[in-house]
């Protein structure tokens, strides 16, 4: 039996000192979605669930786990900042909620922490993920740049992501024959044109890769750009999807920071699929 | 030969008599994106294209069509505001507009006015489109709410859907097996969780349809209350696919009301494909 799941050894770790731990060097911005939603600080840890986001079976997998600190990138209650009282009288958060509290959940918000880790957290979870560390020619707080060893298809990268990040489908603009060869990976809500336009052209980008983004914004630029002879392209792969390898990085650096706690990664299906 | 073709009678009609057309008794927000984007009032209609978004190829058949307006619900420049400073210097961005320029194209944004149409025109458009009428059991300013004449699944819906707005596949949260009586129809971004969780408890829905909303929101708590056991469901169609129908509408109303001009919708096809 190994010494790390000992209940002696985890009644040390409160859960003040893993925020400590993952806060370390980090100037959160003022507007700071991360904080401790549920649960107290000085609760003592006895065990950790880390998450992309904690749905209800995440919250049930940790009970049945005996862990009692879940570090999530999302907000359980579906607004980015966390607030309750609209919804306070909603039988779905509130049967949420009550389980959380009665199990005595702590759930801690770790999404802009690990975005200003450097580099960020959660992008390089996700190139480690796709095996592609070494095509990465550029990197900056939004995004890594990536140049493929040769010229390759849209399809053919997205065949990848489908494969080493599991998912039924991702959905394109520019078309799956497009050749590309200089790719910006953007995680998360980074799919907005103001982030990803620019990077086209000061980056000489042909393809973009991203989690979310508004509709009318990138992929209508695509079809533009498209539509007047130039080649460019864009894969969305979905906000969770791309951003819940940076999560399951996170979880292996927590168990090796902290041997006395059974730290865990739980990985939920993509909400969406396609009919 | 029909006699609205004829040029000395579109001559008389200029750009502004079309606007004070589509916002007469419209009361607009004060910081409305509505507004003449390219061109000017006071030019003599030619030709009016009706569109969802002016893409590339929608500028390109306007001026096939010899039409120099073009009434859109989107901007043509990728961001909802239809800044353009950002993209001075952008080839994509400076391609497309100096064609619209050089053919003399006047683009007037009518995103706000449709919406404030009673009922919303957008909506409208959608529900006419899939032949619901009949089953719109309350109609309010963001959603109609439909009662199915009896209990069906998502799965069958879907098939309505892609049936009658020509679309490959839809993106569905919740299952395709749920059953489902009471829908909500949501146009465009009105799929965020703000807007829908509180109709869900109010209105007893058990589906949502709609066009766009964030990820992290209405797909989680469908997710949510699914995986405590209570039946709910989420069909997003995409921002373009739930909106153009309205367009349509508007395009058949102003041929009605300006029968001195051609007035064409042109549709384009969904910006995302999935592989």
Redesign the interface.
Known sequence: MKDQFSPEKSKELQVQEVILHLTQDITLPENTVDQLITGSADQVITGIVVTF?P???VI?QAIQQGANLIIAH??PF???HSATD??A????YT??RNMIDQAGIAIFRCHDIIHRYNPDGITEGLIFDLGWNTYVSQRTSETDVVTFPEETTV?AV?QQLKEHLGLE?????GG?ETVCRRAAVLVG?RGN??VT??LV?NKHIDLIIAG?G????????I???M??G?SKALI?V???ESEAPGMKLLADRLAAAFPAVEVSFVQ?RP?????
Chains 1, 2 share one sequence.
Not at 169 to 173: D, F, K, L, P, Q
């Open positions: 986001m749905t209800q079976h049930e999302e907000s579906y607004n980015h609209w919804l009288t909603d039988p779905v049967y949420k399809r997205a489908y991702v959905r394109i603009a799956p809500f044109g103001h336009i620019p052209q979310e508004f509709e009318w914004e990138t992929p209508e630029y079809r533009d750009a539509q007047q130039t969305m979905g906000h969770a939920e909400v969406f699929e396609v009919i």
